[in-house]
C-alpha cells in the first residue's frame, strides 16, 4: 500500500476546490537503470473522486504525468462538512482511496 | 534467431489478445484506453478516443508557463467556458506518447482540471475539449523546457 494522498477541498461560494497530492513513482518505462536494463512502467492510470459517495470525477492517467502527481479540480455545489473522497488504481493494479472534509 | 525484441513484441501481442478477450483480470486496464495513449500525435490520440478533427477556440484556455525550468515537474490546467464537456483531454506534442491525461467532466464539477506533467524538450502543449455534441476544439501552448525530464 502506498503513502496516503494529501487531500484539500475548500469551499467558496457554492463550489469547493479540491488540491490533491499523490505519493507515486510514476515511472514512465522509458527510463535506463544504470545496467542498461529498462525500468518498468509504474504508473497511475486511473483516478477517480466521489462527494458524499457520488462520483463526479473519473481520469485516466499516462506516464506523463509528473512523480508525487498533483491534481486540481472543482466540485459544484459541495459545501463545508461535505466528504470528498480520492481513489487511483495504478497499472500494477495498487490501489488507494483517501478522504477529506471540505473546509 | 528470437531476439529480446521480438519475445518483447510477441509478450504485448499475446498480451492484447488476452485484453481483448477480457482474461486479464485488472478491470481497470480494460477500462484505461491504451490506444489513445499510445498515440504520437494529438490528431491521433483524439481520434481513439471517439472524436471528431479538433478546432481551436478561444473558450478553451491552457495554462501555462512560458518556460519550465525543469521538465520532470510542468504545472498545466486546462478549461473550458461552454458548456455540455464531456472530457478534457492534456497533451504534450513532442513526448513520446502524446497523450498525458484524460479527464470525464460529470455535471458535478467544472471544465476546470489543474496538474502537473513530464516534458522531454520544448513542445507545443494542447489542451483539447470534447463536447457533447461532438465538436472537439482545443487550444495550444508553447512551452520551453530548460531541463528535460525523461532522462535520469
Known amino acids: 500500500m502506498a503513502d496516503p494522498m494529501r487531500i484539500r477541498a475548500q469551499a467558496a461560494g457554492d463550489k469547493a476546490t479540491v488540491r490533491v497530492l499523490m505519493s507515486h513513482e510514476m515511472e514512465t518505462g522509458q527510463r535506463k537503470d544504470s545496467a542498461g536494463k529498462t525500468i518498468p512502467a509504474w504508473f497511475i492510470q486511473e483516478v477517480s473522486a466521489q462527494h458524499n459517495g457520488k462520483p463526479v470525477l473519473d481520469a485516466q492517467w499516462g506516464p506523463a504525468v509528473s512523480k508525487n502527481p498533483f491534481l486540481l479540480f472543482v466540485v459544484k455545489g459541495a459545501k463545508a462538512g461535505d466528504k470528498i473522497t480520492v481513489t487511483w488504481v495504478d497499472n500494477k493494479g495498487d490501489k488507494r482511496t483517501d478522504e477529506a472534509t471540505v473546509s | ?152
Not at chain 2, 491504451?34 to 473558450?59: I, M, Y
Not at chain 2, 497523450?99 to 524538450?121: C, H, I, P, Y
Open chain 2, 1 to 152: 534467431m528470437v531476439t529480446r525484441r521480438l519475445v518483447l513484441a510477441r509478450s504485448a501481442k499475446v498480451a492484447t489478445l488476452l485484453a481483448g478477450v477480457g482474461l486479464l483480470p485488472t478491470a481497470a486496464q480494460a477500462a484505461w484506453s491504451q490506444a489513445a495513449f499510445e498515440a504520437k500525435s494529438v490528431a491521433d490520440a483524439v481520434k481513439a478516443l471517439g472524436g471528431a478533427a479538433p478546432v481551436e477556440s478561444r473558450d478553451v484556455t491552457l495554462t501555462a508557463s512560458d518556460i519550465a525550468e525543469n521538465g520532470a515537474v510542468v504545472p498545466l490546467a486546462c478549461a473550458c467556458a461552454l458548456p455540455g464537456v464531456k472530457r478534457m483531454l492534456l497533451l504534450v506534442e513532442k513526448n513520446p506518447n502524446t497523450l498525458a491525461a484524460v479527464f470525464d467532466v460529470s455535471d458535478a464539477v467544472e471544465a476546470n482540471f489543474g496538474t502537473r506533467v513530464k516534458m522531454g524538450q520544448s513542445s507545443n502543449v494542447f489542451a483539447v475539449a470534447m463536447m457533447g455534441d461532438g465538436k472537439v476544439l482545443y487550444a495550444q501552448k508553447e512551452v520551453k523546457v530548460t531541463l528535460g525530464g525523461c532522462g535520469g
